[in-house]
């Protein structure tokens, strides 16, 4: 890989984090952003369960069974 400049010509000191530092870092920094999107979104979810199901797929079931209870 080529030597880096500094602005005065010399040969670029080792950096305080070398570039798979630095992509390591990015990548568990992105990783901790979606864990806590998912939390935030599973406490959503059990805080308020029937708000996030469409609300067609819990009705129908309880429709349909006591439409089948009513032709037994």
Do not use: N
Not at 11 to 37: M, N, R, S, Y
């Amino acid at each position: 890989s080529p030597v880096t400049l500094s602005a005065s010509g010399a040969p670029h000191p080792i950096p305080f984090l070398t570039l798979e530092q630095k992509a390591a870092f990015v990548f568990v920094l992105l990783l901790f952003i979606f864990l806590g999107l998912l939390i935030v979104r599973c406490f959503r979810i059990l805080l308020d369960p029937y708000s996030s199901m469409p609300s067609s797929t819990w009705t129908d079931y309880m429709e349909k069974d006591t439409f089948d209870y009513r032709i037994a």
